[in-house]
């Protein structure tokens, strides 16, 4: 896992940073970063994150996208749309299916003709818990064990619902539930907890459901991203398979996983999901 994380981190490094040795680089000089983690057969969300030559995010609609399987060159066209997630932050989006797995490349072209390429990788099942099953049980922290919030979450805002029941209890107690793993104080996005703000907002309104806030790092207190090499996921992030932070599940009062995103996700879409889960 922590190799998965160090990729992510250099890759948000690499976001906020201009390009080195871009005077050495042609036309072939874009920076795509690939950003969803958990590829696998069927459909799947893709999303990326483009930089140009001098470290700038790029936004525009691209003239042409490709996804290339490495191993059979099968080959196909998509064409995404860039989402912005809040000022200075965003990643274009777009639904692919994936009829093989094995390694990936993808390429994006602007309409000045320079490009950038990215190798990803498609594996035969999810690494994640499936849609459509029911999750591998995990303890998650609660307030009442810990005493103070602050030892079991880096929010600096916590709302102490989200730590007021484990998720063992949760799936038990014939309400929906929402777990969100997010690492606020250590996140390499930045959008962990914009994410969280979201979810804690949206519970106010919808309050007929268990939510659950999961700290992805068990050692996190008086840390900061130069320790990453030192910090260590916290077992339900490991159980769970997350190669990445932060994610976020929706699962129906019969224990179903419904839903899951990966990354940032706006708040009219966790509000639909959340009312879906909720009402149904």
């Known amino acids: 896992m922590k190799p998965t994380y160090l990729a992510i981190i250099i890759s948000f490094i690499i976001l906020t940073l201009s390009c080195s040795n871009s005077s050495e680089l042609t036309d072939n000089n874009l920076s795509v970063l690939v950003f969803s983690s958990d590829h696998s057969l069927g459909n799947n969300k893709f999303r990326f994150a483009l930089l140009d030559q001098k470290g700038k995010l790029v936004e525009e609609r691209l003239k042409e996208v490709t996804i290339k399987n490495l191993n059979s060159n099968e080959l196909q066209k ?5 989402e912005e997630w809040f000022v200075g932050k965003g990643a274009y989006y777009s639904e692919v299916i994936f009829n093989e797995f094995g390694n990936f490349e993808v390429k994006t072209i602007r309409n000045d003709n320079s490009f950038g390429t990215a190798f990803f990788q498609v594996n035969k099942e999810s690494l994640t818990p499936k849609i459509g099953l029911t999750p591998p049980l995990v303890n998650t922290k609660t307030a009442d064990s810990f005493g103070d919030i602050k030892y079991i979450s880096s929010d600096p805002d916590p709302n102490i619902n989200f730590y007021s029941i484990n998720y063992i209890d949760a799936i038990k107690n014939e309400l929906p539930t929402i777990i969100i793993f997010s690492t606020p104080a250590l996140c390499v ?5 914009p994410l969280l703000d ?6 106010t309104d919808y309050p007929k459901c268990n ?14 991203l130069n320790d990453i090499d030192t910090l260590t996921v916290t077992e339900p992030t490991r159980l769970w398979g997350l190669p990445t932070e932060p ?3 929706f699962i129906d009062k019969e224990g179903i996983l419904k839903y899951k995103l990966e990354g940032f ?3 009219q879409e966790l509000l639909k999901l959340t009312q879906d889960i909720i009402l149904n």
């Open 78 to 82: 998509i064409d995404p749309i860039y």
């Open 189 to 193: 996005s930045g959008t962990c907890g």
């Open 198 to 203: 979201h979810i804690k907002e949206i519970s």
């Open 211 to 224: 939510y659950i806030h999961v700290e992805v790092y068990e050692n996190f207190i008086g840390k900061n």
């Open 247 to 249: 994610w976020i599940f």
């Open 265 to 267: 996700a706006k708040y």
